[in-house]
């Protein structure tokens, strides 16, 4: 079966691969980049994303998109010079293909890349990107989801080193520590330069986890981040408390005679248990590998099991690509004390997808544990809050590295 990898992206609002989702609307709404681990960034001078959904309707839809640009904290850009609805409005039909013979749960699968598609040639500003889906007469919204445009005006460079916290105790005192380097160009803004002043952020994120990234910036108090150099031409942004976790588990429904089509999935081998102080096999750095479109690309209700003898914890969640790898209601798990064990049912897509499991909301340790030697992919994006046309917030670097691995620290 040939597969490709696929990014489950939507922030906002809920997972489209909802059981009750209404005949006729999208399903499975990604985005696929070329970057490592497949992020969802884009180039302004032309480095595509995809995007990609499924339609369940009996007759193909004529959508449109619409593309935002935002702040970095993911508010709409209020500057029509930046964000001008004529130009960012898709004026003709996603292109789309009928679902292979077999498949049951879609009848239409579209994609389409971006810059390259309809008046898209090339983005006019860097930044992060809403992108929404509207029916053709631009009355429903019925999807959105995120991704970044880049430009490399600089050049940074990430050290990711392992660092025991004071105070702490095995596991909880291991962390790795990010560091990101650039130099300013000479010159001001007229020079086609910068105002050093205005870059003072730096988001970090951690493999695919998108929705919750790591901010470094000369405006906060954070006892632990750190900016060196503010306001001059070199500078140095700083995180030392960012848990590296363990590996994360793997769910593989690509063979069907262990997976049948048209039945409901769990795992063959029984529950997934605590890994509190066992370390992982080697992941995907959080990707999901998708069929492509086949007779075995259909959906399946998948049922995650995690055994515990009594509902001592507050609340468990099951992340991954599949629900965009943020604690929701759709993602919370149920306990059933008969079986002792949390439960939920999701439908996924034939594929192989990294998962975890996360207690009340950012509590990554107690289940899944957390270890040095766990090899994450960190991505860090340098923001310069471009004072013309009002003022927006630009990303005019990119940099990604992995974590070093091994048992040991490696700095103070």
Not at 136 to 164: C, I, T, W, Y
Not at 264 to 277: K, M, N, T
Not at 342 to 348: E, K, V
Request: with cysteine; hydrophobic share 35%; proline share 5%.
């Amino acid at each position: 079966m040939r597969l490709r990898f696929i990014l489950v992206l939507l922030c906002v609002g809920g997972s489209v691969l909802a059981e009750d989702a209404p005949a006729g609307r999208i399903k499975g709404l990604r985005v696929i980049g070329e970057k490592k681990a497949m992020l969802p960034i884009a180039g302004i001078d032309g480095q595509p994303i995809t995007i990609e959904f499924d339609t369940d309707g009996s007759q193909p839809y004529d959508f449109r998109l619409k593309f935002y640009h935002c702040d970095k904290d993911w508010g709409i850009t209020n500057n029509s010079f930046v964000n001008d609805e004529l130009r960012t409005t898709t004026k003709f039909q996603i292109p789309y293909e009928p679902a292979p013979a077999f498949v049951r749960h879609y009848t239409f699968h579209y994609s389409v890349s971006v810059p390259g598609f309809s008046v898209f040639k090339r983005f006019p500003q860097s930044g992060n990107y809403v992108f929404q889906i509207w029916d053709h007469d631009e009355k429903e919204m019925l999807g959105e989801g995120r991704f970044f445009v880049v430009e490399q005006a600089l050049s940074p460079v990430m050290k990711v080193r392992n660092r025991k916290l004071p105070g702490g105790i095995t596991p909880w005192n291991q962390a790795n520590k990010v560091e990101v380097f650039f130099e300013i160009p000479e010159g001001g803004q007229e020079d086609s330069g910068f105002y050093p002043i205005l870059l003072k952020t730096v988001d970090v994120y951690k493999n695919r986890e998108l929705c919750s990234p790591f901010r470094i910036s000369a405006d906060d108090q954070n006892a632990n981040t750190s900016v060196e150099g503010y306001g001059l031409r070199k500078v140095k942004f700083s995180i030392d408390n960012i848990a590296p976790g363990n590996e994360y588990r793997k769910l593989d429904l690509q063979n069907v005679d262990f997976y049948p089509p048209g039945q409901d999935a769990q795992f063959r081998e029984g529950a997934d248990v605590s890994r509190f102080l066992r370390q992982g096999k080697k992941d995907n750095n959080g990707a999901a590998v998708i069929a492509t479109v086949n007779q075995y690309s259909d959906y399946l209700r998948f049922q995650f099991e995690l055994l515990r003898e009594s509902d001592d914890l507050d609340s468990v969640f099951v992340l991954g690509d599949f629900n965009e790898w943020t604690p929701s209601e759709s993602s919370l798990m149920k306990y059933n004390r008969e079986t002792r064990r949390y439960w939920l049912a999701s439908w996924l897509r034939r594929g192989v997808y990294d998962y975890e499991y996360v207690v009340g909301r950012n509590d990554r340790i107690t289940i899944e544990g957390n270890d040095w030697r766990t090899v994450n992919l960190y991505t860090a994006l340098v923001y310069y809050h471009d004072p013309r046309y009002g003022g927006f917030d630009r990303i005019v670097g990119f940099v990604q590295a992995f974590g070093p691995g091994g048992g040991d620290a490696t700095v103070n």
